[in-house]
């Protein structure tokens, strides 16, 4: 069962004092990108993080990030007075203002360094142990959002092979054509010549030259690549990269039949599987 890279994962916890957020996106990539943004308070918290994403999720650009919005009403910010009364007292000396513009002085002093002091808050272990089983919940959400998007895919992926199957077909018909063709068109270029030709050694010639046109291997080994790319398809394991690889050999074998083809029949179907073959190129790049 393959999975895309593409997904969205959310899970809320609300706590006496605060909510917490927790999302992870995923976009696709060639290997594991991750970006992880946390309160600084759980940044101990951090590797385990990235271990238990990079398990689950494998591969592709992720983004995860917990956001915190207190919801208590005490405070983890106070004003730092006596920073903030000597900066008042700084500024009334410097602006030689009476004590009636204090007002005026505290909102500059406010803004002055260290004016406002936050007490840092501990990891509490329980805590972290409940947001633990939400990161859990996340991943969940993402891994299925990745299956569901990867079941639309996989039932296009099989609907072109299918298709390349079809046109391949019409190849192996047009095959006793496309040969007859080549032998005419040979022997009507010997003929315009007017010169005598010494027939069995035009028939080696021949033989030769039909020989390097042959395609039987390259229609063996793109039907063998075909069956393989559905078996694989079918596995429990999601692996975009081998599918990648089974991609690249049949453009190889479909590249080697038109390039032999020598035959305009043959030659349309050739751009018929080189169409389906890029359109599944275009979509295994999201598949994991």
Known sequence: ??????????????????????????????NLDLNVR??????????????????????????????????????STTVNTSVVKNYVEQLRNTLFIGSEDDVELLKMAITMPDALKTER???????????DTHIDEAVKEIVQYRVDEAASLEVDFKERIVNIKKYLEEVKALDADRIENVK??????IDDLKVDTDENRFEQELIYYLEKLDINEEKVRLANHLDYFLETLATPDSNGKKLGFIIQEMGREINTTGSKANFAPMQKAVIQMKN????????ILNVL
Do not use: C, H
Request: aromatic share 6%.
């Open 1 to 30: 069962m393959i999975q895309s890279m593409t997904g969205y994962g959310k899970s809320v916890l609300q706590l006496p004092t605060k909510k917490v957020t927790i999302e992870i996106k995923s976009l696709n990539s060639k």
């Open 38 to 75: 946390i309160p600084s308070y759980y940044k101990e918290k951090e590797l385990s993080v990235r271990k238990k994403l990079a398990k689950s999720l494998v591969r592709g650009k992720v983004d995860f990030s917990i956001f915190v919005e207190m919801t208590a009403d005490e405070t």
């Open 121 to 131: 808050e501990e990891l509490d272990e329980n805590e972290w142990t409940l947001i």
């Open 184 to 189: 005419t068109r040979l022997q009507k270029a």
């Open 276 to 283: 389906e073959l890029e359109q599944i190129k275009e979509q």
